[in-house]
């Protein structure tokens, strides 16, 4: 059951030499393609990347985050603000639907929005097949202004253009060492409300 894997994953950051089939990481990629996407815009690249190489260089970028040269492979999700000047869809004329038309930043805040979708379905289908992961969101890229030579150094290795930005990093890799599930979260009714906040679902 769908909620039943949501409730067992875990953010995970010690990985085992054991290497991932490559089978495997295509089935996560795949569930990444076929997210959900506003007209279909698909406002994102995904690069596997498997070189210890690039695995280090990201880990410089996501300021020394260990778990990153140490996982058996990454996932660089880009963010990809040429895809909507590539989607035909200059006939939409209201902002709130064309993103277009709310200039840079309606643009760039939409097509992080629209990496939520892939990224949550890359994870799952990875928990799916035991492979575990962790998000990586502190990293240096235009947006956070952080170490702005890695991340030139990081895009240019990557074959990036200037219009795409590397927004997020899933590491992967098997569990070192098995360790129980303790997700916290807040409390139901602390977030789910019915009509209006403050009325119990």
Not at 147 to 163: D, H, M, Y
């Amino acid at each position: 059951m769908l909620l039943d894997l949501i409730k067992s994953r875990k953010s995970v950051r010690k990985y085992s030499e054991k290497h991932v089939p490559d089978e495997d990481f295509r089935k996560i990629l795949e569930a990444g393609r076929l997210a959900p996407s506003w007209m279909n815009v698909q406002s994102w690249k995904f690069i596997l990347v498997k070189s210890q190489e690039n695995k280090d260089l990201l880990s410089e970028l996501s300021v020394g985050q260990v778990h990153v040269k140490n996982a058996d492979a990454l996932i660089v999700c880009v963010a990809d603000m040429n895809a909507w000047e590539e989607a035909k869809i200059t006939h939409i004329s209201k902002p709130a639907l064309n993103p277009k038309l709310q200039g840079e930043n309606g643009i760039l805040i939409r097509t992080l929005e629209q990496l939520i979708y892939p990224i949550s379905y890359m994870m799952l289908e990875a928990e799916s097949l035991n492979v575990k992961s962790c998000i990586i969101g502190a990293l240096g890229n235009e947006i956070t202004g952080v170490l702005p030579e890695i991340s030139a150094r990081a895009k240019a290795k990557l074959g990036l253009n200037e219009n795409q930005i590397i927004s997020t990093i899933i590491t992967l890799g098997y569990e070192a060492e098995y360790s129980e599930t303790n997700k916290t979260r807040k409390d139901f009714d602390s977030v789910v409300f019915l009509e209006k906040i403050g009325n119990k679902f």
